[in-house]
């Protein structure tokens, strides 16, 4: 079997295959269907040439629960079809969890393909809809996942192995992200560009700008360079949160 992988591919081609994939989809649900649309790179006009092709096939609200995905490549282009219930896709959306500002530019920038009942309108209001109570919970929930990396981290200082070292910086650098994302209830246009985006943010903590820097230089060869950075971008988390009055130290059983 001759496996090329992905071809390069118009735009305008990309659209006319997603317009493919919604007629079959009217073919497969027909009348269950409320909308469907393309969201990613594809939906803001930002795709390449090797691109893939996602989109939201959202079904009526009835007595069974949907929550599906199609994920398949075709030759020359991939593709992803989220097959939702209504209330399932309006609850993700209103959810505030520790990669939002990653994942739900996709439920705000949705370009419809079949809608006639404005429910991309909707998704787009249950974005907006959280308070900053939810996105406090989702912070301390970072704030906890950079705890274990700074524990993987201490470990690797007497004995090693080095080797992991570069892609506990690159988690380190890709979670402080999402607290500065978080932070500033802002959203990441797509995962290529989270770190240079979260850069252009206000309230960063001290010492994310490093640790961003190397991982986006690729210069994390120099173990001592890179432990350092990523201890001292630890230390600014802790003095950053207590500024904030987000949670890393908490009751010692929470249950």
């Known amino acids: 079997m001759n496996i090329s992988g992905p071809k390069a591919i118009s735009r305008s081609e990309r659209l006319q295959t997603c317009r493919e994939i ?4 009217h073919e497969v649900y027909g ?26 096939c959202v079904l009526h609200d009835s007595g069974q ?3 599906y995905c199609y994920e398949w490549s075709a030759g020359p282009w ?12 309006l609850k993700n959306a209103a959810t505030v969890k520790g990669r939002w ?21 909707d998704l787009r209001t249950a974005v907006e809809s ?24 201490r470990n690797l200082r007497p004995n090693g192995p ?4 570069p892609y506990l910086a690159m988690q380190i650098a890709h979670y402080g992200a999402m607290l500065v994302g978080l932070h500033n209830q802002s959203l990441f246009s797509t995962g290529a560009k989270v770190l240079p985006e979260a850069l252009a943010l206000p309230n960063r903590p001290h010492g994310f700008d490093t640790v961003a820097e190397l991982v986006m230089s690729g210069e994390l060869a120099e173990h001592s360079k890179t432990m350092t950075a990523c201890g001292d971008f ?6 950053w949160a207590d500024e904030h009055h987000y949670t890393i130290d908490g009751e010692r059983m929470p249950f």
Not at 22 to 25: E, H, S, T
Not at 78 to 89: G, H, M, P, Q, T
Not at 130 to 153: C, H, T, W
């Open 31 to 56: 009348s269950k269907i409320q909308a469907i649309g393309v969201y990613g790179s594809v939906a803001k006009g930002t795709d390449g040439c090797f691109s893939d092709i996602e989109m939201f």
């Open 78 to 89: 991939r593709a992803e079809v989220d097959v939702y219930s209504a209330n399932i896709l």
């Open 234 to 239: 630890w230390d600014g988390i802790v003095d």
């Open 162 to 165: 080095y080797s992991y070292l």
């Open 130 to 153: 959280p308070a900053q109570s939810d996105f406090n919970r989702a912070i301390n929930e970072v704030l906890i996942n950079e705890y274990e990396f700074m524990g993987k981290l």
């Open 65 to 67: 629960t949907v929550e």
């Open 101 to 121: 500002p990653l994942t739900h530019g996709a439920y705000f920038s949705t370009l419809s393909l079949y809608d006639p009942d404005g429910f991309f309108h």
């Open 22 to 25: 919604a007629k079959r989809l």
